[in-house]
């Protein structure tokens, strides 16, 4: 059975079966249950309808003749030859110290000139390096990444695909020694990165030498004193510097063949970060990323041949990666940010105009309440007023017909200058990944700009996105269903209270198998076979509950980490260990965080003599820890008191190095507050954390409400 959407024909034009993508709606928004396949503690398998109807067999592909991402992108140059493919606003060009309005472009064909020449001269500068002895393999190598978004990443990322070459991502946010442990696992031996990373990369060096590294490659052009500086340090150290536009000449003089891959061979290796000690590397293979590329563009309606998308989320991230990849093999542009911050997310996308959106929770939160202070919340009570009626009717019309719709002339120059405001004007829809939102922002997004927006699910070890709600649904709350290229089945978590036979839907860890789930992580077989269950599952350690339409509701975590609202994993342990061993003021505590919140709240305990001594000495009250302890809670739960605690436990917390997400921002304190007789602590005192939950729910609530204090301190 073909594992091909489109089955070979001798008459194929690849060309109109991309544009015949995505299927209807009928075809491809429905999810059933797998006949026979549900077991005792598990929930029956779910697939996409379109799969069950059509052999019962998971996609891997759109077509034979495009089994890897370098299939993809070869496609589609010879499709869209002059279309635009990479673009980015130039400094000093039309506007003298500054950036233009615009973007400027390099059309797929002269991308694609440019990344032979990139993989070329890649080859010949390792085989040609000074410091190469035979430890040395420059024939199959890792090239490592480390810069934000730019075009050079993308250029990089391209050449390593048509040359069979592995790729890795340097990037801060996995902590201190990750970019080390990551170059010393890989044994990569040349590192290709912006200006600014070039001498994190010396010092490193200078550590803890690295055998296996050879060259670091600057993305940007050197001043002449830089490029002495560092040619100077990096020459010690056994290192060649070359600039990128160097490289790239070089290989125009010395053309080597394009090696193309096999759907085996491994794209890229991304690191996450675990629970615990160095961050996993997850095998991202050709097959697996194709799979991915098939399931987004077999469900998703984007424009095929025009239009343009904006690289805005960490090219590090394979959520990032996944949309590009499907974005380049259709011939849709790729706009890269002078940077990628929310604070100048609005000029880059009225310069840009992007057909979608695709970011963060946290981000559409800033530009909703930026958006809500000219419209609902607007000083102009005229303008207030209006604004609130056609939102308001919009979502009515929305959640009851699912009709997006302009109901009269008004209403409709409303939407259209709001857009513009935004530089959503082109925009077909918005969608959100990485963590939870809030079905209330969703909804204001629709009703206010008369907009489609999505809700994704994935995760690294699923090439990014694994399902995504329909943009134009009525109703919000979902990550969608299945797509062609995955499974899914829940296990049940007594534990927590979830099961599959629960009312309302089954409920339990999300389990997921497929084409698009990936074989292993990168020489950690330890690590690799925790992840998997008999039956080939990948478990999430995500509780998920399903619909009677299939569609997937993400719920809880089942293990002891999770996402705040910008998407960054937390370990609570973790932080609670590095608190409690970096400070006397605090002896118990319970670190909390929430999907839809940007920062930690804690429950703590204390010894009543230390705060005694703290309050007397910062606010000269002088309280008895025999007698008065009640007195001593509630001085400490007041909010000058809590906000300077705070102050010395960040403080004192400084020399473990946590990262600004993993600071706790608001307290509550009690003298005891985990206990086993109130069962949030084990008998071997470990804590349980469902239930810690529970137990304190009014006063995690009632911090959440306060809001940050560290904030709050510092405005």
Same mark, same amino acid.
């Given at each position: 059975?073909?594992?091909?959407?489109? $089955?070979?024909?001798?008459?194929?034009?690849?060309?109109?079966?991309?544009?015949?993508?995505?299927?209807?709606?009928?075809?491809?928004?429905?999810?059933?249950p797998v006949a026979g396949t549900e077991t005792e503690g598990h929930s029956a398998i779910i697939r996409n309808n379109f799969v069950i109807?059509?052999?019962?067999?998971?996609?891997?592909?759109?077509?034979?003749?495009?089994?890897?991402?370098?299939?993809?992108?070869?496609?589609?140059?010879?499709?869209?030859?002059?279309?635009?493919?990479?673009?980015?606003?130039?400094?000093?060009?039309?506007?003298?110290?500054?950036?233009?309005?615009?973007?400027?472009?390099?059309?797929? &064909?002269?991308?694609?000139?440019?990344?032979?020449?990139?993989?070329?001269?890649?080859?010949?500068?390792?085989?040609? !390096?000074?410091?190469?002895?035979?430890?040395?393999?420059?024939?199959?190598?890792?090239?490592?990444?480390?810069?934000?978004?730019?075009?050079?990443?993308?250029?990089?990322?391209?050449?390593?695909?048509?040359?069979?070459?592995?790729?890795?991502?340097?990037?801060?946010?996995?902590?201190?020694?990750?970019?080390?442990?990551?170059?010393?696992?890989?044994?990569?031996?040349?590192?290709?990165?912006?200006?600014?990373?070039?001498?994190?990369?010396?010092?490193?060096?200078?550590? $803890?030498?690295?055998?296996?590294?050879?060259?670091?490659?600057?993305?940007?052009?050197?001043?002449?004193?830089?490029? +002495?500086?560092?040619?100077?340090?990096?020459?010690?150290?056994?290192?060649?510097?070359?600039e990128i536009s160097e490289v790239e000449a070089l290989g125009a003089r010395n053309p080597v063949r394009e090696r193309p891959p096999t759907?085996?061979?491994?794209?890229?290796?991304?690191?996450?970060?675990?629970?615990?000690? !160095?961050?996993?590397?997850?095998?991202?293979?050709?097959?697996?990323?194709?799979?991915?590329?098939?399931?987004?563009?077999?469900?998703?309606?984007?424009?095929?041949?025009?239009?343009?998308?904006?690289?805005?989320?960490?090219?590090?991230?394979?959520?990032?990666?996944?949309?590009?990849?499907?974005?380049?093999?259709?011939?849709?542009?790729?706009?890269?940010?002078?940077?990628?911050?929310?604070?100048?997310?609005?000029?880059?996308?009225?310069?840009?105009?992007? *057909?979608?959106?695709?970011?963060?929770?946290?981000?559409?939160?800033?530009?909703?309440?930026?958006?809500?202070?000219?419209?609902?919340?607007?000083?102009? /009570?005229?303008?207030?007023?209006?604004?609130?009626?056609?939102?308001?009717?919009?979502?009515?019309?929305? +959640?009851?017909?699912? =009709?997006?719709?302009?109901?009269?002339?008004?209403?409709?120059?409303?939407?259209?200058?709001?857009?513009?405001?935004?530089?959503?004007?082109?925009?077909?829809?918005?969608?959100?990944?990485?963590?939870?939102?809030?079905?209330?922002?969703?909804?204001?997004?629709?009703?206010?700009?008369?907009?489609?927006?999505?809700?994704?699910?994935?995760?690294?070890?699923?090439?990014?996105?694994?399902?995504?709600?329909?943009?134009?649904?009525?109703?919000?709350?979902?990550?969608?269903?299945?797509?062609?290229?995955?499974?899914?089945?829940?296990?049940?978590?007594?534990?927590?209270?979830?099961?599959?036979?629960?009312?309302?839907?089954?409920?339990?860890?999300?389990?997921?198998?497929?084409?698009?789930?990936?074989?292993?992580? @990168? $020489?950690?077989?330890? &690590?690799?076979?925790?992840?998997?269950?008999?039956?080939?599952?990948?478990?999430?350690?995500?509780?998920?509950?399903? /619909?009677?339409?299939?569609?997937?509701?993400?719920?809880?975590? =089942? $293990?002891?980490?999770?996402?705040?609202?910008?998407?960054?994993? =937390?370990?609570?342990?973790?932080?609670?260990?590095?608190?409690?061993?970096?400070?006397?003021?605090?002896?118990?505590? @319970?670190?909390?965080?929430?999907?839809?919140?940007?920062?930690?709240?804690?429950?703590?305990?204390?010894?009543?003599?230390?705060?005694?001594?703290?309050?007397?000495? !910062?606010?000269?009250?002088?309280?008895?820890?025999?007698?008065?302890?009640?007195?001593?809670?509630?001085?400490?739960?007041?909010?000058?008191?809590?906000?300077?605690?705070?102050?010395?436990?960040?403080?004192?917390?400084?020399?473990?190095?946590?990262?600004?997400?993993?600071?706790?921002?608001?307290?509550?304190?009690?003298?005891?507050?985990?206990?086993? &007789?109130?069962?949030?602590?084990?008998? *071997?005192?470990?804590?349980?954390?469902?239930?810690?939950?529970?137990?304190?729910?009014?006063?995690?609530?009632?911090?959440?409400?306060?809001? +940050?204090?560290?904030?709050?301190?510092?405005?």
């Amino acid at each position: 059975m073909s594992r091909s959407i489109f $089955k070979p024909s001798p008459n194929d034009n690849i060309k109109d079966l991309f544009k015949s993508l995505p299927f209807t709606p009928e075809q491809i928004l429905r999810a059933s249950p797998v006949a026979g396949t549900e077991t005792e503690g598990h929930s029956a398998i779910i697939r996409n309808n379109f799969v069950i109807e059509n052999g019962n067999n998971l996609f891997l592909h759109i077509h034979p003749s495009l089994l890897t991402l370098h299939d993809l992108f070869a496609n589609a140059v010879s499709m869209y030859p002059n279309n635009d493919c990479m673009g980015k606003r130039l400094y000093s060009n039309t506007i003298a110290g500054d950036y233009d309005p615009f973007y400027s472009w390099e059309s797929f &064909a002269a991308v694609d000139l440019r990344k032979r020449n990139l993989g070329s001269g890649i080859f010949h500068i390792l085989k040609n !390096n000074q410091f190469r002895t035979e430890i040395h393999n420059v024939e199959d190598f890792v090239v490592s990444l480390y810069s934000g978004n730019r075009t050079e990443w993308l250029l990089t990322d391209l050449a390593c695909q048509s040359y069979s070459l592995v790729n890795t991502a340097l990037y801060d946010t996995l902590g201190a020694g990750t970019s080390h442990f990551i170059l010393e696992l890989t044994k990569s031996p040349i590192v290709i990165c912006s200006k600014e990373k070039i001498q994190i990369l010396i010092d490193i060096q200078i550590e $803890k030498r690295l055998p296996h590294f050879l060259t670091i490659v600057s993305m940007d052009l050197l001043t002449e004193r830089e490029r +002495s500086t560092y040619e100077r340090q990096a020459y010690e150290l056994g290192l060649e510097l070359f600039e990128i536009s160097e490289v790239e000449a070089l290989g125009a003089r010395n053309p080597v063949r394009e090696r193309p891959p096999t759907p085996d061979n491994i794209y890229t290796i991304s690191f996450t970060s675990g629970t615990t000690g !160095n961050p996993k590397g997850v095998e991202v293979h050709h097959e697996m990323a194709v799979s991915g590329v098939t399931m987004y563009l077999a469900q998703v309606d984007v424009p095929k041949g025009e239009g343009h998308e904006m690289c805005f989320l960490p090219m590090a991230h394979i959520y990032e990666r996944g949309l590009v990849a499907s974005f380049l093999s259709i011939g849709t542009g790729l706009g890269f940010p002078v940077v990628s911050s929310p604070l100048t997310l609005v000029e880059e996308l009225k310069a840009l105009k992007p *057909t979608t959106l695709a970011s963060v929770p946290r981000v559409y939160s800033k530009m909703e309440s930026e958006l809500k202070e000219v419209t609902v919340n607007s000083q102009n /009570d005229v303008f207030r007023r209006m604004a609130k009626e056609i939102i308001g009717r919009r979502f009515e019309s929305i +959640s009851t017909k699912g =009709v997006f719709e302009n109901d009269c002339l008004y209403s409709e120059i409303f939407t259209t200058e709001l857009k513009k405001l935004l530089g959503l004007e082109k925009t077909k829809f918005l969608c959100s990944g990485s963590a939870p939102i809030s079905n209330d922002t969703v909804n204001f997004f629709k009703s206010a700009l008369n907009i489609g927006f999505a809700e994704a699910y994935g995760l690294t070890e699923s090439f990014g996105i694994m399902c995504m709600s329909d943009p134009f649904a009525s109703d919000s709350g979902s990550c969608g269903l299945p797509g062609v290229s995955g499974e899914m089945r829940l296990r049940d978590v007594p534990q927590m209270g979830y099961t599959s036979k629960d009312k309302g839907g089954p409920r339990g860890e999300l389990l997921l198998r497929g084409p698009q789930i990936f074989r292993r992580y @990168y $020489k950690n077989k330890e &690590a690799t076979d925790e992840c998997f269950d008999k039956d080939g599952f990948f478990c999430t350690g995500d509780v998920a509950r399903f /619909d009677e339409q299939g569609r997937v509701y993400i719920i809880d975590r =089942v $293990k002891n980490f999770f996402k705040l609202a910008q998407g960054e994993y =937390v370990t609570p342990e973790k932080i609670e260990n590095k608190y409690l061993s970096s400070t006397t003021l605090v002896n118990q505590l @319970y670190v909390h965080g929430d999907s839809l919140e940007t920062y930690l709240v804690a429950v703590a305990g204390f010894d009543p003599h230390v705060m005694a001594r703290f309050l007397h000495r !910062n606010f000269d009250i002088v309280l008895n820890p025999e007698t008065h302890l009640k007195e001593i809670e509630r001085k400490l739960n007041e909010l000058p008191v809590k906000s300077k605690i705070l102050d010395v436990l960040n403080e004192e917390v400084k020399p473990a190095g946590l990262a600004g997400f993993e600071k706790i921002h608001n307290i509550f304190f009690e003298v005891e507050p985990l206990t086993v &007789a109130r069962e949030v602590y084990t008998p *071997t005192f470990k804590l349980k954390r469902p239930t810690c939950r529970t137990f304190f729910r009014e006063q995690l609530k009632g911090m959440y409400r306060e809001g +940050s204090l560290i904030k709050r301190s510092k405005l």
